[in-house]
């Protein structure tokens, strides 16, 4: 497997890009990361199921994530994460011309595919969005919303710990070893990155029905991070969607006891796409 690291900056921040080429190009998949992790995750798993169907895959760290630069856990805003989604959309329609454009996005790159798609003006051949960052699973205590809703008026760019427990990521202890050990995950969170984010989603499920790229939503019934009652209701919204739950799936359903159900789920979704 090549890995091609590719030069790329928002505005001042650098941003570490890379691509992955198969022999044998039909597709090109954008590949989104969640909150909190970063894009060479997806080496095990996610990136050779694309590889197999004949699609290239161009992912990067977020702002403020793994190799990339900014303050850890914080963003200027959610406009500059779309822009930089944009961006990448732009470089790999550059880097292999005339080629079908996929957009695969995992939690908080789950709710960004889907608002680019919402709000992007760029023909998408579809969209793949696992676990998507549309609704909370749990809800926060009253007073740390309003906390957190007067420090984005305040301090906006101020970063603490999250607070959320790695267990929730998958039902195999190594993987959440794994993640636990990683030293480019993180667990820092800013009011900038948390609040518009949550808005997102909500304005996603709202504006659902204006979806016009076809794209297969997958989500675990077990998901103690993101609600996936929050997926089924932008299904419910949309006329171009495809909902597949995974009961009792946690968090990380690539890295979870029912990866190779997912996987083989895309692998087929994409084979009719006729690539």
């Known amino acids: 497997m090549e890995t091609i690291t590719l030069p790329l900056k928002y505005k001042d921040t650098p941003i570490y890009c890379w691509y992955v080429p198969p022999p044998i190009i039909k597709g090109i998949v ?8 970063h894009s060479g995750r997806y080496f095990p798993n996610v990136v050779p199921t694309f590889l197999k169907a ?3 895959v161009i992912s990067y760290d977020n702002i ?13 805003s959610y406009g500059a994460l779309l822009e930089l989604l944009h961006l990448v959309v732009v470089k790999g329609k550059a880097l292999v011309p005339n080629t079908p454009i996929f957009l695969y ?3 908080m ?19 793949i969005a696992t676990s998507p960052y549309l609704k909370l699973a749990f809800q926060p205590p009253k007073w740390k919303m309003v906390l957190g809703k007067a420090m984005l008026g305040l301090f906006p760019h101020i970063t603490l710990a999250s607070g959320l427990s790695p267990t929730g990521i998958s039902r195999i202890p190594e993987e959440v070893e794994h993640y636990r ?5 993180h667990d820092r969170v800013s009011p900038m990155y948390s609040f518009p984010v949550m808005d997102a989603g909500q304005w996603a499920i709202d504006h659902a029905s204006q979806l016009k790229t076809e794209t297969l939503l997958l ?3 077990g998901d103690k991070i993101i609600d996936y009652k929050g997926t089924e209701s932008f299904h419910n919204k949309a006329s171009v969607t495809t909902l597949e739950l995974l009961e009792g799936g946690y968090h990380e359903l690539h890295n979870d006891l029912c990866r190779k159900e997912v996987l083989l789920i895309i692998s087929t979704w994409l084979k009719k796409k006729r690539l």
């Open 219 to 221: 989500h675990g019934t």
């Open 30 to 37: 954008i590949l989104v990361h969640g909150f909190g992790e």
């Open 64 to 76: 403020g994530h793994g190799n990339s630069g900014g303050k850890r856990g914080d963003c200027p």
């Open 109 to 127: 790159g789950g709710n960004l595919v889907l608002n680019y798609a919402l709000r992007s003006k760029v023909d998408l051949k579809g969209v």
């Open 105 to 107: 996005g995992h939690s």
């Open 54 to 56: 004949n699609m290239a």
């Open 181 to 185: 050990q990683d030293p480019l995950v």
